[in-house]
């Protein structure tokens, strides 16, 4: 019965670290353009705009690579880990005395 109550402190933890690990989100990994969000890589410097949709990058601008955070499921992640310590403390405590 113990190990039953372990195994799933240890299955909360886990999924609050997935979720801590996963509020980071992936956000555009590469420069976009402004006005469309097409990927300029190769076309930052040419002096030809944007190959989808033809705007200029002096008006629409390039939008830098960054990650998007994502607080709610931070959140979420931080209180199922803090969860699953408390739960697995608890049952090791109780099981112990």
């Known amino acids: 019965m113990f190990v039953l109550f372990e195994i799933v ?8 670290f ?4 996963a509020s980071r989100g992936r956000g555009r ?11 300029v890589t190769g076309s930052i410097g040419t ?5 989808e949709c033809g705007c200029s990058f002096t008006r629409a601008g390039i ?11 931070l959140v979420l992640g931080v ?4 969860l699953g ?6 049952w090791a405590v ?3 005395y």
């Open 47 to 51: 002096g030809r705009g944007c190959p």
């Open 29 to 39: 990994g590469f420069p976009a353009c402004g006005a469309c969000g097409y990927n």
């Open 79 to 82: 209180l199922m880990g803090l």
């Open 94 to 96: 109780a099981f112990i």
């Open 63 to 73: 939008v830098a690579p960054r990650a998007r955070l994502r607080p709610g499921l």
């Open 18 to 21: 997935a979720l801590v690990v």
């Open 9 to 16: 402190a240890g299955l909360v933890l886990a999924t609050g």
């Open 85 to 90: 310590i408390g739960w697995g403390t608890f």
